[in-house]
């Protein structure tokens, strides 16, 4: 891993974004964390949040592009703390824009807010996670409605790397469905593997927390 990726955790952790206990997944599997970019409430959490959005972009060679899209409604803030964050960080002045979940018929009229997407644009797509992929398979077809459209690829804070429907992750899955390249910021299996590092020095995850992870992942998992 890069070290922005190992401060990725940590931030993740401290912020309460990555939490451990007894959820219940969109997919109704119980699992022993959970991730929730919601926690992300504050002026510093959201702007750091970015930056590592605008650095992973960088990394992944994705900072040539118009706009950061984020789907309603998780992904409002995320794109343009994505946005801001790759101006102050790398100079590039990038658009943003996101969805309505339903298009205004007065005033501003349309579907989208913030940079306007066209015929010939390239945009990326901003996301928390992926667990069946509902948002992206929604909005990958209608953004595709728009003429010369591209979507370079997304970026997602955590893969975590779990079956979906078949043998395959339901992020290999929503890829080859869509015909697009979902870039995750870290993997569960990294997350794990740094836990693993901390051997306890962390009072959020105990060496019982990783152990539960470790046998969630021997169920649902696919590296």
């Known amino acids: ?91 590039k002045d990038l658009g943003y824009t996101f969805n309505r979940k339903e298009a205004k018929e007065h005033g501003d009229k349309g579907a989208y807010v913030g940079f306007p997407i066209s015929d010939g644009a390239t945009l990326v797509i901003v996301e928390d996670v992926v667990t069946a992929g509902t948002t992206l398979k929604d909005i990958v077809p209608e953004l595709r409605t728009i003429a010369g459209l591209n979507i370079a690829g997304v970026v997602i804070a955590v893969d975590r790397c779990e079956r979906g429907a078949g043998e395959i992750s339901a992020v290999k899955e929503v890829e080859e469905e869509l015909a697009i390249q979902i870039h995750p910021m870290v993997t569960i299996y990294e997350i794990l593997e740094y836990l693993r590092e901390l051997k306890g020095a962390s009072s959020r995850c105990t060496p019982e927390t990783v152990t539960q992870i470790e046998s969630y992942l021997s169920t649902y998992g696919v590296e």
């Open 1 to 91: 891993m890069e070290q922005y990726q190992r401060d990725f955790i940590d931030f993740l952790i401290d912020s309460d974004g990555l939490t451990f206990g007894d959820f219940t997944t969109k997919s109704g599997r119980q699992t022993p964390y959970f991730i929730n970019t919601g926690k992300f409430n504050s002026g510093f959490r959201i702007s750091r949040l970015g930056e590592f959005y605008a650095t992973h972009l960088k990394q992944n060679g994705l900072l040539n592009i118009d706009t950061v899209f984020g789907p309603a409604y998780k992904g409002v803030p995320l794109c343009v703390a994505t946005s801001s964050a790759a101006h102050r960080l790398f100079q």
